[in-house]
């Protein structure tokens, strides 16, 4: 097939497969390639076969050939869309990020382009001001919050409305227009930072775009993400929109050489000449990822009840360095850059770089005695045990500085960076809050269940844990009863004697520990 044909309509099931159930969000600007991408899945939305299955999937007859769903619109005005008989399975997003004269009449421009399409259109905005450097960096990130925010607010105006048996519509994905060229620019970015096997496997053609836990949304979220036009190139999707009479908008920063991926698009036309075309690259990062994910499954097998002899708790993880995790510096260093940041909370994560230093002293067994007692990317790391063969990583700073975060009822809330999620009852006091036990909490509590000492659970890392506080005293320890479950040494009498003092407290609550979600999600 030659590079500067057409798609033709043929070819679209094959690249929108496995989303005709799935109600989309296309991520559009107005350059080519979004503008080809929209194209190309209105086409597709219009096939039969496709229009079959979604209508399946809503449980919706279509009436008069409307093209009839139950799913709303966005929470601004759900009605709207319907009754103008426009497409749910699928809708556009453009950003007007207000950094050029002409970002408003761009915006004006995919949303005519998408109504002249049957698409509804929402046009978001980046408000506020404006970074003096960085700014495509900032941009982009702007962008990915915007656009995962509206998923999330739609999210939302979906789950607090009542739908028929089987009928609830799932979570709107975002599809990105990265191409061929796209990924191989990306490959050789990273190649010039030094990325190993996890960066040089490029963009994924299956991603999520996340937010955190804020003030106003006390859960973080998770938006997901397609790039279904990843092995297409660019000349094939400028090819489309010609052959479409359809027009596009020229970026002119995409010749201005202070970006990276200006310098970096230019030297790759140098580099097609000697053989080092986008194909061939973009086939490379293609591999790379084949093998990034074969490793993340033998990682995952490691989690708790795989064969790795380690235990990641709801206080702390013990790893033992003589195990498969800690076979090469390489595999250390990812094992131990996932256990940091399940541990590091809503610390900034630490340096590869850093963690690379840590998995070679693993290497050294000598070595590790030098560690003593360490903090990276917001845990605290110390090695025990003879020969330095433990290693225990658990959150720094025994509880000072964590969150104090309000917890209503029947909420929940994702506290320290989203280490815990916590969850109230409907009959949960008001006024209560979620803050960290502190090392003064934990010998109070000893002092009123003297067996808890026999857990010989570590103090720095128990303070850590969060409580539920009311009215000035503790309500609820939820976290603490999973630590103590995860316990080594359990005992009738330490144990015994906690649940009877626990039992006095309010009940209800919930903790899980972001490792445990994490496992569940998978």
Sequence with gaps: MSDALPISDDELPALFAGLERTPLAL?????????????????????????????????????????GTVFPWWVDDPDTAHAEGRRRHVVVLTVD????????????????????????????????????????????????????????????WLAARTWPEGMRPGPRVLVMAHHREDQAETFLMRLGRGSGLEGLGGMRPHDTVGLPAGSTNPLAFEAALVRPLLGVPKS??????????????????????????????????TLEGLGLTSEKIALSARRLRDAEEGFVRLLDGGEPGGAS??????????????????????????????VLRLYGGGAGPADYSQIEALAGLTQRPQSCTGIGKMTLGGCKIEVHG?????????????????????????????????????????????????QALSMQGWADLKREVPDLARLRLPAAAVATLPVVVCGGATAAHPALDAAIH????????????????????EQGFSAVFAGLREMIGR
Excluded at 486 to 500: E, M, Q, S, V, Y
């Design 309 to 338: 002899p380690h235990r990641i708790g709801a206080a702390f993880a013990e790893l033992d360095m003589f195990g498969n995790d800690f076979a090469s510096r390489y595999t250390a260093a990812r094992f131990l850059k996932r």
């Design 97 to 156: 990020h207000g950094l050029r004269p002409e970002a408003a009449a761009d915006a004006a421009f995919v949303a005519h382009s998408a109504t002249s399409l049957g698409l509804s259109c929402s046009v978001l905005r980046w408000a506020g001001d404006k970074p003096a450097s960085g700014i495509q960096a900032a941009a982009r990130e702007a962008r990915r919050n915007l656009l995962a925010d509206e998923v999330r607010r739609e999210s939302a």
């Design 486 to 505: 995860d316990a080594d040494g359990l005992d009738t009498g330490g144990t015994g004697a906690w649940r009877a003092y626990a039992g006095g407290l």
């Design 27 to 67: 991520c559009v600007s107005g350059g080519a390639d979004s503008m080809a991408l929209m194209l190309l899945v209105a086409r597709w939305a219009e096939l039969p076969s496709v229009r079959s299955a979604w209508l399946a999937g809503t449980g919706v007859i279509a009436q008069d050939g409307a093209f």
């Design 236 to 269: 094939r999707l400028v090819a489309t929109l010609k052959a479409a009479g359809t027009s596009w908008i020229e970026d002119r920063s995409n010749d201005d050489d202070r970006f990276e991926r200006v310098r970096i698009r230019k030297a790759l036309a």
């Design 386 to 434: 003879e020969q330095a063969r433990f290693m225990r990583v658990f959150r720094e700073g025994a509880g000072a500085g964590l969150p104090v975060v309000p917890l209503a009822p029947s909420h929940a809330v994702d506290w320290d960076g989203g280490r815990f999620r916590l969850t109230a009852p409907a009959k949960a006091p008001a006024g209560a809050t979620v």
